[in-house]
């Protein structure tokens, strides 16, 4: 088999020059190599089978470097898909992806192509697939994204039958095929046994590759229940370019053109070829010459062109852009590099102590610090060399701001805090404010009024380079308000005439108190000692706490009692049978009480008192004998834990007449 396309081939001398004729693209100078995957195997001579005579088969075979779909292209080949023909299947795919060079598809209908997305292929299908709206000729067509159907959105052309001669193509003959590629029209067209059968418009690198112009490309074909032999042979050299080249002088380049392979070539004129008919030669001018070439092409086709080969100095160039100052709105610049060598030239980018080189990509290079840069460009062969220096500035200042607040926080005595800027006047300013706040405008930008807290940041743009310097503050707030217990009172009695209000209690203890006392109409108090005040009539008697450190405030009341017979029947004494000390001021403390008067404080009428507190084994927890006491719900200052313990009581009253009892029970704590 032949191939008949314009390839890359590997340098074998100080530079290379590879020509292409009509379209074809130019690509870096490498080593031509190809990549096999799956069933895939070489026959020699760049021909390589992708599958063989044996059921549900795929191999694929990938082009080593990269296709530009920026330029124009021209790829020939022949393709052999063997001979069984009612039984034969499935057909191959030439390809373009971004996968790699070890893709590979699946097997059947699908000829090794799904499995790419996103992709372009040129069908050559064998097999007639229903679903995939196939001819039931031996076809071509144009597919994308792993998809063989020719249906849209994946169908982009055809099908038709794939020669113009015959419908079959399982003749185990070897077709010549060549695909065109124009980036200016965006027209692909692909050729068979000589003749153009599909020609479409498609946008290759916005609408398959989404903006990548880079590319592999290669073929794949499998076999599902039935099969065949299925091959594609490549020229020696596949891609080519041209029109002219520039060399150093004493330098040689090697002119290469791609024809038939039994074409003959001739050059002319033949000064300065080492093989003036053949399709590869080497070129060693001492001044710039222009060369015709005549040869075969695609299908024996007579081709006539001319390349120039230019002998001058290498010259270096570089450009910076956007600029040459590296800023916040800029942290890297592209150093672009170039020569009047189009190819067959290296490129190096060094720099100085201060610079910081982060890419480098050929003539290409990215920095983010200031320093000087130099490129150096070398000719492949190093005969001839050149440099040129770009030096780079940064300017990363930035503009500093300040905020103070008006307060030190939202509290009870303080709803609103303002937050004041300090800036210079050219700063770019933008505020961070906390989602869902109350805010309005004083002085705009710079002043704010708030009544929510949180954290408020200003950032600061300097307007020259885009540079942002950040602040921010947290703006503070305190609600707790006091949990206040205006205490108990002694009733007033006979023996009794003052009551004191005891046990007041404030929390959180963190907070300083400040006490106001105050009375319905009748009443009376000594307030000298806000904490223990003591009573001279009965009555209501009220509690307001306020926090200084915030203002805020908590009341609680206290109800004095008097005896207007300084007797009071004790006879319903009774113990309560809970308590729940838990400090939201309802049944803290444990009180007897009198069955007949539940709201008589019963204890203030008591002379003696004995309590005794038992745990369920009987152990005494709490012994008091004396004075009339309200159980706090703690044993040894401690609280004491949830739970069933058992009261017994003992009581004297005196005053009015002498009364006593005993009272026992269960008494059940909770908090």
């Not at 000064?271 to 001492?286: G, K």
């Not at 086709?301 to 010259?315: C, F, H, S």
């Not at 009261?647 to 026992?664: A, D, H, P, V």
Request: charged share 15%.
């Amino acid at each position: 088999m032949t191939l008949v396309v314009c390839t890359l081939r590997t340098i074998k001398l100080s530079s290379v020059l590879l020509l292409a004729f009509g379209q074809l693209a130019s690509l870096s100078t490498f080593s031509q190599t190809y990549f096999l995957n799956g069933a895939a195997t070489t026959l020699g001579g760049d021909c390589y089978q992708l599958t063989t005579t044996l059921s549900n088969q795929n191999g694929a075979v990938w082009y080593g470097e990269f296709i530009d779909l920026t330029t124009p292209f021209e790829l020939s080949f022949t393709m052999n898909f063997g001979t069984f023909d009612s039984t034969g299947a499935d057909g191959m795919v030439f390809v373009l992806q971004d996968v790699g060079t070890d893709a590979l598809g699946q097997s059947g209908g699908a000829l090794g192509f799904n499995g790419f997305d996103p992709s372009f292929g040129v069908e050559f299908d064998t097999w007639n697939n229903g679903q995939y709206a196939d001819l039931v000729q031996d076809h071509i067509g144009f597919v994308s994204d792993g998809s063989v159907n020719h249906a849209p959105p994946t169908g982009l052309g055809g099908p038709v039958q794939a020669s113009l001669d015959n419908i079959n193509i399982e003749d185990g003959e070897d077709h010549p095929v060549k695909i065109t590629w124009d980036p200016n029209t965006q027209i692909i067209a692909v050729y068979f046994d000589c003749t153009l059968r599909l020609a479409e418009e498609v946008d290759l690198i916005n609408t398959i590759f989404n903006g990548q112009s880079l590319v592999y490309w290669g073929f794949t074909g499998s076999t599902g229940g039935s099969f065949n032999s299925q091959s594609v042979c490549l020229s020696e050299n596949i891609i080519a370019s041209g029109p002219e080249t520039v060399i150093c002088p004493g330098a040689s380049v090697e002119l290469n053109v791609v024809g038939s392979p039994n074409s003959s070539f001739s050059w002319d004129p033949p000064t300065f070829l080492s093989n003036p008919d053949e399709a590869t030669t080497l070129c060693t001018p001492d001044s710039s010459m222009v060369y015709t070439v005549t040869y075969a092409g695609f299908c024996d086709a007579q081709i006539t062109d001319t390349v120039a080969v230019l002998v001058e100095p290498l010259l270096a160039s570089a450009v910076v852009t956007p600029s040459d100052m590296l800023t916040c709105n800029a942290p890297e610049l592209e150093l672009s590099g170039s020569s009047n060598f189009p190819n067959g030239v290296t490129y190096t980018w060094n720099s100085d102590d201060t610079g910081n080189i982060t890419e480098s990509l050929g003539p290409t290079a990215t920095v983010d610090a200031a320093g000087i840069y130099t490129l150096v460009v070398a000719s492949d062969d190093g005969i001839c060399t050149d440099a040129t220096s770009i030096e780079i500035n940064a300017d990363f200042s930035i503009i500093e701001v300040s905020l103070a607040l008006s307060e030190l926080q939202l509290d009870c005595n303080t709803s609103t805090v303002e937050i004041s800027a300090t800036a210079e006047a050219n700063a770019d300013l933008e505020w961070t404010i906390p989602l869902g706040a109350e805010w309005a405008w004083l002085v705009e930008p710079i002043v704010l009024e708030t009544s929510t807290p949180g954290t408020y940041g200003l950032s600061s743009t300097n307007p020259d380079n885009g540079c942002v310097f950040e602040t921010a503050l947290n703006i503070e707030s305190d609600y707790t308000e006091p949990m206040v217990e205006a205490g108990w009172s002694d009733t007033i009695t006979c023996a009794s005439p003052a009551a004191s209000i005891q046990d007041v209690l404030v929390t959180p203890t963190s907070y300083t108190p400040q006490y106001d006392w105050s009375w319905n109409a009748d009443g009376s108090l000594n307030a000298v000692d806000p904490i223990n005040p003591v009573a001279y009539q009965p009555g209501m008697y009220y509690l307001q706490v306020t926090f200084e450190e915030n203002g805020c405030a908590g009341f609680d009341s206290v109800l004095v009692y008097q005896d207007p017979d300084a007797f009071v029947d004790a006879s319903s004494t009774t113990l309560p049978n809970v308590i729940s000390p838990n400090g939201d001021g309802k049944n803290e403390r444990f009180r007897p009480f009198l069955a007949s008067n539940p709201e008589f404080p019963f204890l203030s009428i008591v002379d003696q008192y004995q309590l005794n507190i038992f745990n369920r084994w009987g152990n005494v927890l709490y012994e008091h004998i004396g004075a009339p006491v309200e159980w706090d719900g703690r044993l040894n200052g401690n609280l004491a834990a949830e739970g069933v313990y058992y009261i017994q009581m003992s009581y004297s009253i005196l005053c009015g007449g002498e009364q006593r009892g005993t009272l026992q029970g269960e008494l059940h704590l909770v908090r």
